[in-house]
């Protein structure tokens, strides 16, 4: 058995180095001692909004993980922290994509449908076909969230009007 290091043990999660806070999420998951929403602080913070340079080191990170563990991470972060931690997937699959595209929004939430827009383009961006795929078999899902269809039906509406608008006037900025 591996003897833990005295920093492992006491040192809090913030005072981390990122790969230290990434490995520390991993073997969380592993031994299972927490539960995804007891997670889902720790990935917040590991997700702590630095710019563009944060989101290159998550990305870098990331490289080293399996599927299985990218896909607890999108399963225990919230639908707040989804649309930046998707981007940071290299290869995103499909049932990432239905991860991300299922996470509700909080009862509290004041514009649902915007948040539920960020996840639905962070997915966009990484392949249409890929939310297509993700969409369609969250679809033929009985276990769908209630406010899916229209939410995706509503997004896909922007999408087209996006794609005329960009036709009619090429010089402008969508």
């Known amino acids: 058995m591996e003897k833990r290091k005295w920093y492992e043990k006491y040192l809090p999660f913030v005072a981390r180095s990122p790969e230290m806070q990434l490995r520390w ?13 007891e997670i889902t602080p720790y990935i917040k913070l590991f997700m702590a ?11 870098g990170l990331l490289h080293s993980l399996n599927g299985r563990a990218i896909e607890q991470l999108l399963n225990a ?8 931690l998707f981007r940071c997937v290299a290869d995103p699959t499909v ?12 009862p509290y939430e004041k514009s ?3 948040v539920i827009d960020k996840v639905f383009q ?21 276990v769908r969230p209630a406010h899916f269809q229209e939410a995706y039906e509503r997004f896909k ?14 010089k402008a900025i969508l």
Do not use: M, W
């Open 157 to 170: 509406e922007i999408k087209e009007d996006e794609k005329l608008l960009s036709a009619l006037y090429p």
């Open 77 to 84: 972060a919230d639908i707040y922290d989804a649309p930046d």
């Open 49 to 59: 909004p630095d710019g563009e340079g944060n989101l290159a080191r998550v990305r």
């Open 25 to 37: 999420l991993d073997s969380a998951f592993r031994k299972g001692t927490l539960t995804p929403h």
């Open 112 to 114: 649902p449908q915007v």
């Open 95 to 106: 049932s990432q994509a239905v991860i991300a595209i299922t996470k509700a929004p909080p």
């Open 122 to 142: 962070a997915v966009y961006d990484c392949s249409e076909d890929l939310l297509a795929q993700a969409a369609a078999l969250v679809a033929g899902s009985e």
